[in-house]
């Protein structure tokens, strides 16, 4: 009969999507509870150990020896004895197995059920641990307004990006407003009425945070009752400050050019001050998970030394790279503001865990739509333990790959440029690479000259000789394929080695 009963918890258990377990009690000679046995388990939510109804017919004081005579331990004891169900909030598990992390955190309940216990469980350390980290990498904080309570809620990236211990907690909404600057109030203002109409709000207000001002971008909306009426809201801030100050630095630039005539000196140093805002070109090699990258930059010689094309090189989380090459239409100060929309979007969006080339490529377009830019570009991401590259492309001249002495062009999928249509897609294909591999993104001016035609050629035979003969610098001798760049057309390119 007792084995019947399990057999129908655990049905029951096998379809619920979380962790449970049914534990029935040992007892020892004089009927006291030494131990529980595992009578049944979910199998779709798994242990630390991976292990699923694997676990059936065991006791717990082998399957987790740390956890005898610790506040878990207590509790089961406690609840089987009295009935009175209990909750471990942060339960904390240690475990010295070799490749299992070491010390893990549970939220626990435990029911008297059956003649026995029901416990379930739900890790809180990894997706604490996730919401931490996107909050720090992209400067993000969440909070959330209860217009019933009046409770406000903030995670802990709000606390960072304002400055504020977390022993105060949230700023109240009058706090708020005299942070805000008053010529922004505004805006909040209107914020607040596009709420009250059902649409999302998305604005940019400036606050005083210390002893600086920071413009914090506000994505918020309500959640309603029946009757239509506003009862919380939600609200994702993040901390903007260096694109706007960045933004600004341009238009200072910008208008510095245009109002005074420039000497060729103040013309040379205005351009680098630029040049490095917008994208440092690093003179070293730049090191990536399982490849070395280095970036070359070439501005037109007609142009004021700065254009629209543009690279980007980062580590991604989960051990991944992305490698990324463009070029906005034109030359000058305004390719270069539109090079920094474009560059600045990618690295905002590869902040908050996008990461496939396709659809950032499809976010670049309709960014380039709404601005009324066009260009091309190349992004791809590369994968070191399966030896892959995802790429997709819009517009833009397909990378070249150079393996023992032969440089080829990986195939081309379709992509239209980048600001011709809103609703284009751009297919993502995948290339195996080898160690030792020589990948080369670049824009068009190393290859097209006027009247010249195309010397993709030269640029192929200059790959393969440095793939057969690579010696002790091949990326640096690849930054030297700029001395083939057209001087009517800026030049960009990433030289990437695959590495073991």
């Given at each position: 009969?007792?084995?019947?009963?399990?057999?129908?918890?655990?049905?029951?258990?096998?379809?619920?999507?979380?962790?449970?377990?049914?534990?029935?009690?040992?007892?020892?000679?004089?009927?006291?509870?030494?131990?529980?046995?595992?009578?049944?388990?979910?199998?779709?939510?798994?242990?630390?150990?991976?292990?699923?109804?694997?676990r059936?017919?065991?006791?717990?004081?082998?399957?987790?020896?740390?956890?005898?005579?610790?506040?878990?331990?207590?509790?089961?004891h406690?609840?089987?004895?009295?009935?009175?169900?209990?909750?471990?909030?942060?339960?904390?598990?240690?475990?010295?197995?070799?490749?299992?992390?070491a010390?893990?955190?549970?939220?626990?309940?435990?029911?008297?059920?059956?003649?026995?216990?029901?416990?379930?469980?739900?890790?809180s350390?990894?997706?604490?641990?996730?919401?931490?980290?996107?909050?720090?990498?992209?400067?993000?904080?969440?909070?959330?307004y209860?217009?019933?309570?009046?409770?406000?809620?903030w995670?802990?990236?709000?606390?960072?990006?304002?400055?504020?211990?977390?022993?105060?907690?949230?700023?109240?909404?009058?706090?708020?407003?005299?942070a805000?600057?008053?010529?922004?109030?505004?805006?909040?203002?209107?914020?607040?009425?596009?709420?009250?109409?059902?649409?999302?709000?998305?604005?940019?207000?400036?606050?005083r945070?210390?002893?600086?001002?920071?413009?914090?971008?506000?994505?918020?909306?309500?959640?309603?009752?029946?009757?239509?009426?506003?009862?919380?809201?939600?609200?994702?801030?993040?901390?903007?400050?260096?694109?706007?100050?960045s933004?600004?630095a341009?238009?200072?630039?910008?208008?510095?050019l245009?109002?005074?005539?420039?000497?060729?000196?103040?013309?040379?140093?205005?351009?680098g001050?630029?040049?490095?805002?917008?994208?440092?070109?690093?003179?070293?090699?730049?090191?990536?998970?399982?490849?070395?990258?280095?970036?070359?930059?070439?501005?037109?010689?007609?142009?004021?030394?700065?254009?629209?094309?543009w690279?980007?090189?980062?580590?991604?989380?989960g051990?991944?790279?992305?490698l990324?090459?463009?070029?906005?239409?034109?030359?000058?100060?305004?390719?270069?503001?539109?090079?920094?929309?474009?560059?600045?979007?990618?690295?905002?969006?590869?902040s908050?865990?996008?990461?496939?080339?396709?659809?950032?490529?499809?976010?670049?377009?309709?960014l380039c739509?709404?601005?009324?830019l066009?260009?091309?570009a190349?992004?791809?991401?590369?994968?070191?333990v399966?030896?892959?590259?995802s790429?997709?492309?819009?517009?833009?001249?397909?990378?070249?790959?150079?393996?023992?002495?032969?440089?080829?062009?990986?195939p081309?999928?379709?992509?239209?440029?980048?600001?011709?249509?809103a609703?284009?897609?751009?297919?993502?294909?995948?290339?195996?690479?080898?160690?030792?591999?020589?990948v080369?993104?670049?824009?068009?001016?190393?290859?097209?000259?006027?009247?010249?035609?195309?010397?993709?050629?030269?640029?192929?035979?200059?790959?393969?000789?440095v793939?057969?003969?690579?010696?002790?610098?091949?990326?640096?001798r690849?930054?030297?394929?700029?001395?083939?760049?057209?001087?009517?057309?800026d030049t960009?390119?990433?030289?990437?080695?695959?590495?073991?």
């Amino acid at each position: 009969m007792a084995e019947d009963l399990a057999e129908l918890v655990q049905e029951v258990l096998s379809s619920i999507p979380a962790g449970c377990t049914w534990l029935l009690p040992v007892t020892g000679p004089g009927g006291e509870v030494v131990d529980f046995t595992v009578a049944a388990t979910s199998d779709r939510v798994q242990d630390v150990q991976h292990r699923g109804t694997s676990r059936r017919h065991a006791r717990l004081a082998e399957l987790y020896p740390t956890m005898v005579g610790g506040p878990l331990w207590n509790l089961y004891h406690r609840v089987f004895a009295d009935g009175v169900p209990g909750e471990l909030t942060d339960f904390v598990y240690e475990d010295h197995t070799a490749g299992v992390v070491a010390e893990s955190h549970f939220v626990v309940s435990v029911h008297r059920v059956l003649g026995g216990l029901m416990v379930w469980w739900q890790r809180s350390d990894e997706t604490r641990r996730r919401m931490e980290r996107t909050e720090l990498l992209g400067s993000l904080g969440w909070v959330e307004y209860d217009l019933v309570t009046g409770r406000t809620d903030w995670s802990p990236g709000m606390y960072r990006i304002y400055e504020r211990d977390p022993a105060l907690g949230p700023m109240s909404r009058t706090e708020q407003a005299a942070a805000m600057l008053a010529e922004d109030r505004g805006i909040a203002e209107t914020a607040w009425q596009t709420l009250d109409t059902g649409a999302t709000s998305d604005v940019t207000v400036r606050f005083r945070v210390g002893t600086g001002v920071r413009h914090m971008r506000i994505l918020s909306d309500a959640a309603r009752d029946a009757a239509g009426a506003p009862v919380k809201i939600y609200a994702v801030v993040q901390d903007v400050t260096a694109r706007e100050d960045s933004r600004s630095a341009i238009q200072r630039l910008a208008d510095t050019l245009r109002t005074r005539e420039m000497t060729a000196l103040a013309e040379h140093r205005l351009a680098g001050q630029l040049q490095q805002l917008i994208q440092p070109v690093p003179a070293e090699p730049i090191s990536l998970p399982g490849l070395e990258a280095v970036v070359g930059y070439l501005p037109a010689e007609k142009a004021v030394r700065v254009g629209g094309d543009w690279y980007h090189a980062q580590t991604l989380p989960g051990g991944h790279a992305l490698l990324a090459v463009g070029d906005v239409a034109g030359h000058g100060l305004e390719a270069a503001n539109g090079m920094a929309h474009l560059r600045f979007a990618l690295i905002a969006w590869l902040s908050i865990g996008i990461h496939d080339p396709g659809t950032l490529l499809g976010h670049m377009n309709r960014l380039c739509v709404q601005l009324g830019l066009t260009g091309t570009a190349v992004v791809g991401r590369h994968d070191p333990v399966a030896g892959r590259l995802s790429w997709a492309r819009a517009g833009h001249i397909p990378p070249l790959l150079a393996r023992a002495g032969t440089a080829t062009e990986l195939p081309l999928p379709p992509g239209l440029l980048l600001g011709a249509d809103a609703d284009a897609r751009f297919p993502v294909v995948e290339v195996p690479l080898e160690e030792a591999d020589l990948v080369l993104l670049y824009t068009d001016g190393l290859v097209e000259r006027r009247g010249a035609g195309s010397r993709r050629a030269d640029v192929e035979r200059h790959l393969s000789a440095v793939s057969a003969n690579p010696g002790t610098d091949p990326l640096v001798r690849l930054r030297g394929l700029l001395h083939l760049a057209n001087p009517d057309d800026d030049t960009c390119l990433l030289a990437v080695r695959v590495r073991s």
